[in-house]
């Protein structure tokens, strides 16, 4: 098992950095930094405006402000009152979203929604931020930022991504958030004790709140940076680990492999989806000295760590079985559906209790990813049940051949869609997003006997990009209506 540690939220190690390192950097945006007694100043400020507001423990707080430190503050402010804070995109926000209708306090920067009874509409605008700026030396009011609340307090509420299926409202309870930083540490260990954190992303993305929890507790430094800067950054504020999704590593590993860029001394974590082996060794080669995947997912976080062969090692306090559509455990090496476990494994879906019957059940959540269990511990996602498409009769996990296809060198994303002919007819096609065009009829010749195995026939489309969705994952409705427009290669 993963031991948790002596309890210390990230709003209490904030408050115990200010009274011990309180010139220290906290955070870094383009050339202004804010020591550790400013953020502390400047949460104290929030609580004060959240509580006129009228949030308190147990309330729901949506934040939506693209002013990054300041949602930051926001945050921490609900941290440290026991509020659960929603951090949204401005694109999420509609008056009748389940969770904008839930909400007690509504801090929005965007105008056009309007509150409901009972509901206080709060403005995080350049009043607000002067009002912040204007904070005094925090020192005699720290005792606002260590205030303790039940593990089950619910801390924030996550989303899942939307891209299979409408977006669900996940409840992150203090206890696993607490278990989310000890299965960092296991992960990291020393490598990243005291890292800076460099950010390219902002609050809504739930690894940013993560890594930011993490080095702020540790006394390091959040950097928010833009991408045309990130890298400067990297090498400003060693030592430091920042993380991209797959979608966004592959765009940035092969300018860097194009430009013959040395790596920086940075560890690297991916998300968003499968690593193709070429794209892991453009990397470590030309953008971080240390890269590594995780598999996780919005419901039970941190599930394994992944090889080099994006074979997973299950995490020691997560427990992984396979089972097939009656809902019975498959034999050793064979795929089926993937249930998981974990201290890190929500209770259900907030607000959709049919729904929350149907997935979760004793602790485990059933997931919708196939995969196989090569051994005991170990874990390798080969598909989607819901990407699973019907060609021929013959239904196919996708993700099975994607998977090997993305193992040739020059690829750096594949992708299997069924695209119905003018007749109405399903037929197989191929896309593969690769580096260089003068390679496609070399990638075409190792493409080809791999679709075999399985398939009599597919079309085999190139594309210097994806279209992608979420982190980075492939958005296959928008690939399937590019392929179908297109005449088959």
């Known amino acids: 098992m993963i031991p948790l540690q002596a309890p210390l939220t990230t709003t209490r190690a904030i408050a115990r950095w200010a009274r011990e390192t309180p010139d220290a950097i906290a955070v870094a945006e383009d ?59 401005k694109g999420e926000l509609t008056e009748d979203d389940e969770l904008v209708r839930r909400c007690d306090v509504l801090c929005l920067a965007t105008a056009g929604i309007a509150p409901r009874p009972g509901q206080t509409l709060l403005r995080p605008d350049e ?5 912040l700026a204007a904070e005094g030396d925090p020192a005699a ?8 609340y039940p593990p089950e307090t619910i801390a924030r509420i996550a989303r899942t991504s939307g891209t299979t299926g409408p977006i669900k409202n996940v409840a992150m309870t203090r206890r696993m958030v607490e278990s989310i930083q000890a299965a960092d540490a ?25 890594e930011a929890s993490h080095v702020l507790r540790h006394g390091a430094a959040f950097v928010l940076a833009v991408r045309r800067t990130w890298q400067l950054d990297l090498a400003e504020f060693r030592p430091c680990q920042t993380y991209l999704t797959v979608g966004d590593a592959a765009r940035i590993a092969e300018d860097a492999r194009q430009r013959g860029s040395p790596p920086r001394a940075c560890l690297l974590r991916l998300i968003g989806g499968a690593v193709p082996p070429s794209l892991l060794a ?8 240390d890269v590594f995947s995780q598999y996780s997912m919005t419901e039970s976080i941190m599930v394994a760590v992944m090889d080099d062969n994006d074979i997973g090692t299950v995490l020691p306090d997560v427990e992984a079985r396979l089972v097939d559509d009656a809902g019975l455990n498959v034999e050793a090496g064979e795929p089926g559906l993937l249930l998981v476990r974990s201290p890190r494994t929500c209770d259900g879906y907030l607000w959709d209790p049919a729904l929350s019957g149907q997935r979760f059940a004793d602790g485990w959540f059933r997931s919708s990813d196939i995969a196989v269990m090569p ?63 003068r390679d496609d009829q070399r990638i075409r010749n190792l493409v080809t006997p791999i679709i075999r195995r399985t398939l ?5 489309h190139f594309t210097d990009a994806m279209p992608r969705a979420g982190l980075g994952k492939i958005d296959r409705a928008a690939l399937q209506a590019i392929v179908k427009q297109s005449r088959p290669s």
């Open 282 to 289: 453009t990397l470590t080669a030309h953008v971080a000295t």
């Open 456 to 460: 009599d026939t597919a079309f085999v």
């Open 375 to 437: 051994e005991p511990g170990k874990l390798k996602v080969i598909g989607r049940a819901d990407d699973a498409i019907n060609i021929g009769g013959l239904k196919i996990v996708p993700g099975h051949l994607e998977s090997q296809m993305r193992t040739i060198d020059g690829v750096t994303e594949a992708a299997l869609l069924r695209v119905d002919n003018e007749a109405g007819v399903g037929e197989a096609h191929v896309v593969i997003e690769r580096r260089d065009a």
């Open 141 to 148: 009011e720290l005792h606002r930022l260590e205030g303790e």
């Open 31 to 89: 050339q202004s930094v804010v020591s550790y007694r400013q953020l502390a100043a400047h949460t104290i400020g929030a609580i004060r405006r959240l509580a006129e507001a009228g949030a308190a423990h147990g309330s729901i707080v949506a934040i939506e402000c693209p002013a990054r430190y300041i949602n930051l503050v926001l945050i921490l402010a609900c941290e440290a009152i026991g509020a659960a804070h929603a951090s949204l995109w």
């Open 186 to 210: 296991h992960v990291l260990g020393q490598r990243a004790l005291r890292h800076n954190f460099v950010s390219t992303y902002g609050l809504e993305v739930l690894t940013t709140y993560r």
């Open 127 to 131: 009043a607000f931020v002067a009002a």
